[in-house]
Structure formats: structure tokens, C-alpha cells
């Protein structure tokens, strides 16, 4: 009975215990005319209303130094911020909102979610024109991973660019090699290419960028196929001209 009881203790112990962090690896504010915001979801994942989860939200540059780019409200006024705390009660929900002190500028970074407890996340990208709204994307962010396939889109006719944005977490200890291979749609290497980010790191680049036998191509439709030493955030996204679309990371082959 006393073994059972003790089993009993220590199974809600590690469920009180479920602990969440979250690399988000494009959050974007500002820009001028075209500008864009990027919003935070959080979800309490417990049903206790008495059991409120206490996250931390924080930002940072390419870099891994603290960024102001949340929004912080208060009586006197909105500010930019590096990071913002939130209290979600059970099944509640809160929003953490871009911001910059310079909306004219395009203010770029990462963020990291975290949270005692377990919460759920979705990003909200939005694309502006002046005032009115033209594009919107989402997505749910991906655990860290060391093997990934991503799709790849390149049309420089269309002004189509598949990229992809990566974080080194800043606790991985050590640096990053990130390695992708290229193939296109008929499963032929078209070229290959790497780099490195330091913990705590992030780079946010187009294939072309990445892997410069892509280039100027018109109307490719192929595949990465990315390692990594280590585990890390990825973000794949594609533009078509002012639209903006999230892309899924496939299993790695």
C-alpha cells in the first residue's frame, strides 16, 4: 500500500511539474507603409481554475542580446519591451502583441516562451499596406530537432523565395552546424550549403541565400533535407511577393 501511495504522489508531481519552452525564430514589428505585427497565443492547458500558468515571454536579436519587441501596456502609455510576464488562469487564454518604439523601422528577432506548467502556443503573422490588413499566417511552433525535411519553392519571375529562420537555444552548450542538401522535384541534388550560430543565435535567410545554386531559378519546386549536430528551432516560410505563408517541417528522410 505504501509503495502504491508513493507512486500515486510521485505520478502528480510530474504532472504539476510539466514544464514548457518554446522557440519561436521570426517575430517581426514595424516596417513603414508595408509593416508587419506578430501576435502570441497562449493557451492554459489546465483545467484548474486554481491552478493559473505563470509564463514568460521574452525577445531577443540575431544575436541573443534582450530586444524590445513586446508590448507592454500601461496608464501612461504603450512601450516596447524585452520581455513581459502573463498569469492565465485554467483554460484560459492571454496574448502577447509585437511592438517597437521605432514602427518605422523593421525590427527583427526571436522569441522564447516559457512556463512552469504546460501551455500551448500559435503565432499570428499579419502584413500591412498602410492601415489596411493583406495577408495573415499562422502557425503552432515545432519542437527543437536535429534532422528535418523542409519544401522549397524558388521562382524569381514571381518574386517566390521559400526561406527559413533557426535558433541555437541558448542553453544548447554548443554551436550549430546546419547542414542542408538541395534536391528538386525529380529527387536530383541541385547543390548543397552550411552554417554555424553560436548559442543563442538566430539567422533568418532565403535558400537562395543559403544555397547559391538556386539563384535565379524560375519555377523550382524541390526539398531540404537539413541536419543539425545539435537540436534547433526551425521556422519555415515562403513569399509570394507581399504574401506571406508558414510551411510545415516534414520527417527527415
Keep these: 500500500m505504501a509503495q502504491r501511495l508513493i507512486l500515486i504522489l510521485s505520478f502528480f508531481y510530474s504532472a504539476a511539474m510539466a514544464q514548457t519552452e518554446v522557440y519561436i525564430?521570426?517575430?517581426?514589428?514595424?516596417?513603414?507603409?508595408?509593416?508587419?505585427?506578430?501576435?502570441?497565443?497562449?493557451?492554459?492547458?489546465?483545467?484548474?481554475?486554481?491552478?493559473?500558468?505563470?509564463v514568460t515571454v521574452q525577445a531577443f536579436d540575431a544575436d541573443g542580446n534582450p530586444a524590445d519587441l513586446l508590448l507592454q501596456s500601461a496608464i501612461t502609455g504603450d512601450t516596447a519591451v524585452s520581455e513581459v510576464q502573463v498569469e492565465i488562469p485554467g483554460r484560459g487564454t492571454a496574448l502577447v502583441e509585437?511592438?517597437?518604439?521605432?514602427?518605422?523601422?523593421l525590427s527583427l528577432g526571436y522569441v522564447k516562451v516559457s512556463s512552469e506548467t504546460a501551455v500551448s502556443v500559435e503565432v499570428i503573422f499579419k502584413i500591412f499596406a498602410g492601415m489596411a490588413l493583406q495577408t495573415t499566417t499562422s502557425i503552432l511552433p515545432s519542437d527543437?530537432?536535429?534532422?528535418?525535411?523542409?519544401?522549397?519553392?524558388?521562382?524569381?519571375s514571381e518574386n517566390i523565395v521559400s526561406s527559413v529562420?533557426?535558433?541555437?537555444?541558448?542553453?544548447a552548450g554548443e554551436t550549430a552546424t546546419i547542414s542542408a542538401t538541395i534536391y528538386d522535384q525529380f529527387g536530383q541534388e541541385v547543390g548543397s550549403g552550411s552554417f554555424d550560430l553560436d548559442p543563442g543565435q538566430r539567422v533568418a535567410a532565403n535558400w537562395a541565400e543559403l544555397v547559391p545554386a538556386l539563384e535565379g531559378l524560375v519555377g523550382f519546386v524541390g526539398t531540404?533535407?537539413?541536419t543539425v549536430n545539435v537540436p534547433v528551432a526551425?521556422?519555415?516560410?515562403?513569399?509570394?511577393?507581399?504574401?506571406?505563408?508558414?510551411?510545415?517541417?516534414?520527417?527527415?528522410?
Aim: glycine share 8%; no cysteine.
Design 224 to 226: 531540404a533535407e537539413v
Design 144 to 156: 527543437p530537432t536535429d534532422a528535418a525535411t523542409l519544401l522549397v519553392n524558388v521562382d524569381s
Design 98 to 105: 509585437s511592438f517597437s518604439n521605432d514602427p518605422g523601422q
Design 25 to 54: 525564430p521570426q517575430f517581426a514589428h514595424g516596417g513603414g507603409f508595408t509593416n508587419i505585427s506578430t501576435t502570441v497565443t497562449i493557451v492554459n492547458q489546465d483545467d484548474g481554475i486554481l491552478n493559473p500558468a505563470r
Design 165 to 171: 529562420a533557426v535558433v541555437n537555444s541558448p542553453d
Design 234 to 253: 526551425m521556422l519555415p516560410l515562403r513569399q509570394d511577393n507581399i504574401e506571406l505563408t508558414t510551411q510545415g517541417i516534414l520527417p527527415a528522410r
